[in-house]
């Protein structure tokens, strides 16, 4: 029996992000989850993976999605869980074998954020381009997209964790061409990895520890600039560095902005209040961001300081949250016609 309006069904439930989508799902008003797919996994309950959800769902897992899921609901969205390098073939795939015309799809990997084929090739060599669903794909990052462009979309594309933190800290950057130089130096818990063990992951490899990785080649970098387009003046003298933080939840990022005067610093500090004076999920800080302000919330936090020539954005986000599955709830409000914070409004458990 379907107990509320709208339904989504999961392809690739048994990881982290299909965890806190699941997590969330459960005090949403609107949506619920009606199937939960996982090969490896089918006919287990979904709590033999997701424990921390026993007593709160009684759904199992099933090899394929399940016939007329979707039946009794007056909107339903397929979200994509899997891998990536598994997602473009997955969604081709759906669309393929006859998924309904009005069941839009929300893709959690990075298979299909990078919109140039080069780029694409350089950072995701492993996945088939996938032209056709790429360029009809949708970017779906709501502060900055429209909800008309998303709700509109046949796939939305989720933002990558560490991009979302870093867009979000940038975007009010762009137009200002007194900006020279933008270093991005960013921070992020363990479970971004996903739930397969690795050995970079282990706790022995991480604890008490922070390594920068992927320096100056990380495919999220490409996905930041195309977000951020070509109002973005200094794309030549952009850096970004992602770090491991011994945690498991979390993206701290510091943006270190040069700017050719101190007229040009003052201008971003007014385009910031600017651009999120309506932005539900962004909250400008009067003091430096913390990671318990903001784990298992929506929101991302930013703080910004100028110094003559100098400014300083600090950006905090959930990965699993805002980066990933609440981000993915948003999304799933607008194409539902229902407002973005409905069922996101939760504050952060503090401390945590």
Same mark, same amino acid.
């Given at each position: 029996?379907?107990?509320?309006?709208?339904?989504?069904?999961?392809?690739?439930?048994?990881?982290?992000?299909?965890?806190?989508?699941?997590?969330? =799902?459960?005090?949403? *008003?609107?949506?619920?989850?009606?199937? $939960?797919? #996982?090969? &490896?996994?089918?006919? %287990?309950?979904? /709590? !033999?993976?997701?424990?921390?959800?026993?007593?709160?769902?009684?759904?199992?897992?099933?090899?394929?999605?399940?016939?007329?899921?979707?039946?009794?609901?007056?909107?339903?969205?397929?979200?994509?869980?899997?891998?990536?390098?598994?997602?473009?073939?997955?969604?081709?795939?759906?669309?393929?074998?006859?998924?309904?015309?009005?069941?839009?799809?929300?893709?959690?990997?990075?298979?299909?954020?990078?919109?140039?084929?080069?780029?694409?090739?350089?950072?995701?060599?492993?996945?088939?381009?996938?032209?056709?669903?790429?360029?009809?794909?949708?970017?779906?990052?709501?502060?900055?997209?429209?909800?008309?462009?998303?709700?509109?979309?046949?796939?939305?594309?989720?933002?990558?964790?560490?991009?979302?933190?870093?867009? =979000?800290?940038?975007? *009010?950057?762009?137009?200002?061409?007194? $900006?020279? #130089?933008? &270093?991005?130096?960013? %921070?992020?818990? /363990? !479970?971004?990895?996903?739930?397969?063990?690795?050995?970079?992951?282990?706790?022995?490899?991480?604890?008490?520890?922070?390594?920068?990785?992927?320096?100056?080649?990380?495919?999220?970098?490409?996905?930041?600039?195309?977000?951020?387009?070509?109002?973005?003046?200094?794309?030549?003298?952009?850096?970004?560095?992602?770090?491991?933080?011994?945690?498991?939840?979390?993206?701290?990022?510091?943006?270190?902005?040069?700017?050719?005067?101190?007229?040009?610093?003052?201008?971003?500090?007014?385009?910031?209040?600017?651009?999120?004076?309506?932005?539900?999920?962004?909250?400008?800080?009067?003091?430096?961001?913390?990671?318990?302000?903001?784990?298992?919330?929506?929101?991302?936090?930013?703080?910004?300081?100028?110094?003559?020539?100098? =400014?300083?954005?600090?950006?905090?986000?959930?990965?699993?949250?805002?980066?990933?599955? &609440?981000?993915?709830?948003?999304?799933?409000?607008?194409?539902?016609?229902?407002?973005?914070?409905?069922?996101?409004?939760?504050?952060?458990?503090?401390?945590?």
């Amino acid at each position: 029996m379907r107990k509320k309006k709208f339904g989504i069904a999961i392809v690739g439930g048994s990881g982290y992000g299909a965890g806190e989508l699941l997590r969330l =799902l459960t005090n949403h *008003p609107e949506i619920e989850a009606a199937c $939960v797919v #996982s090969k &490896s996994h089918a006919g %287990k309950s979904v /709590t !033999s993976v997701h424990t921390h959800l026993e007593g709160v769902t009684d759904l199992k897992f099933s090899e394929s999605l399940t016939p007329n899921w979707e039946t009794g609901y007056s909107g339903a969205a397929v979200v994509c869980g899997v891998p990536t390098g598994h997602a473009a073939n997955t969604i081709s795939e759906l669309i393929k074998n006859g998924l309904a015309n009005g069941i839009k799809i929300i893709d959690l990997s990075g298979d299909l954020r990078l919109r140039d084929a080069t780029l694409h090739q350089k950072h995701y060599a492993e996945v088939p381009y996938s032209e056709e669903v790429r360029l009809s794909a949708v970017y779906g990052l709501p502060e900055l997209v429209s909800a008309d462009e998303i709700s509109k979309a046949r796939v939305i594309t989720n933002p990558g964790c560490l991009a979302t933190a870093a867009i =979000l800290a940038l975007a *009010p950057l762009r137009g200002i061409k007194g $900006v020279t #130089s933008v &270093s991005v130096d960013a %921070k992020t818990g /363990t !479970s971004g990895a996903g739930r397969e063990p690795q050995a970079a992951m282990h706790h022995p490899s991480r604890a008490l520890d922070c390594t920068a990785y992927k320096v100056l080649e990380h495919r999220h970098e490409p996905e930041i600039l195309q977000a951020l387009g070509d109002e973005f003046y200094p794309r030549d003298s952009f850096m970004f560095v992602p770090h491991l933080l011994p945690l498991s939840r979390g993206c701290l990022i510091s943006c270190y902005i040069t700017c050719q005067d101190d007229t040009s610093a003052a201008a971003a500090v007014k385009k910031y209040k600017s651009l999120y004076s309506t932005a539900k999920f962004v909250r400008l800080r009067d003091r430096p961001v913390r990671l318990v302000d903001i784990v298992g919330t929506n929101f991302c936090d930013l703080h910004v300081v100028a110094r003559g020539k100098q =400014l300083v954005v600090t950006s905090a986000l959930d990965n699993l949250g805002k980066g990933m599955a &609440s981000q993915c709830i948003q999304n799933l409000n607008i194409i539902f016609g229902l407002t973005q914070e409905t069922g996101l409004m939760a504050p952060a458990l503090g401390p945590v």
